[in-house]
């Protein structure tokens, strides 16, 4: 009794929300509008992201077992990487609508877009403090922050580096439980590699499903890593292993692009438009050329296609 008047004496008190903020660093019972649904997530990655069994497998295994463990030793760094249209960004919006009560409209979803927020490259140092201090600021607010970063490769090289401190093991940020946070990287640096590996099991008559991260794991971080027009150009995170997992997303075939448009067709009520299905696949452009493999654009172009053939 007497420690829940003491709360209520505090919550009356001009310092109740430093209190509550220092609580929510601490504390797994802050609800910082944290409600993870994790079998919802994997509902969600399986009807909807198409042809993607590695990110698939990759995303869900690793968000569940994060959450399993109440005192992780570090974040959970998760570094996407494909060709467009591909549902990186998809599956990170995923992980928010699962992750918090009010989907990605949360406060403690974090989204930045290089041209929007990082624009000049001569401004590096300037962007560097100011990501620093965004990130320390909001995970004092809420350790259940997730930190999206689109578009890596063209963020300015040394920029994320700075987030270093929050990603590893043995470091110490001052009042922030930093190592409940979620980080996710996107880009379309590594897809090279991954196409290659793609389309030679393609010609060699495999399964999709028969390509395994331990066939591109390395290959995307070292190509990650040596391209120096990605934010990973010769990034410390990447030397010191500070990325949780490399996500491939492989280039998706005719079949991919059908569901795409057969699930768009049907959120808009026309589920029986195989007409449209057919039309809006087979005007997609695919390569390479002579094999008419994979779709340029993967699902990208689906709306545009939808409203041109509706």
Known sequence: MLAVLSVLVLCFNPACCVFQKLYCTISDSCDCDFKPNIRDLEWDLYKNVFGQ????????????????????????????????????????????????????????????????????????????????????????????????FDE??????????????????????????????IYVFISTAGEEVINKVALENRQAGREREDIK??????????????????????????QQNLITRFVPFLPLSRCHVERCVRSQLCQRGSCGRRDVVEAAAGDMLYAPVQGQYFSTTGCKAVPAKINFFL
């Open 53 to 148: 069994h590695l990110a698939q497998d990759i995303v869900s295994e690793e968000v569940a077992k994060f959450l399993q463990n109440k005192s992780p030793d570090r974040p959970l760094v998760l570094s996407f990487h494909g060709s467009t249209g591909t549902g990186k960004t998809m599956v990170s919006s995923m992980l928010g609508n699962h992750l918090y009560g009010s989907a990605m409209s949360s406060p403690y979803v974090h989204q930045f877009v290089p041209t929007l927020h990082f624009p000049s490259a001569q401004l590096v140092n300037h962007y560097r403090e100011e990501l620093r201090s965004w990130v320390k600021g909001n995970l004092t607010e809420c350790a259940r922050s997730v930190f999206i």
């Open 152 to 181: 890596m490769e063209k963020m300015p090289p040394g920029l994320v580096d700075v987030l270093e401190p929050f990603l590893g093991p043995s470091h110490v940020v001052f009042r922030t439980n930093y190592r409940k946070a």
């Open 213 to 238: 991260l331990s066939d591109l794991q390395d290959a995307i971080e070292k190509a990650v890593y040596n391209n120096n027009t990605s934010g990973f150009f010769h990034s410390s995170i990447i």
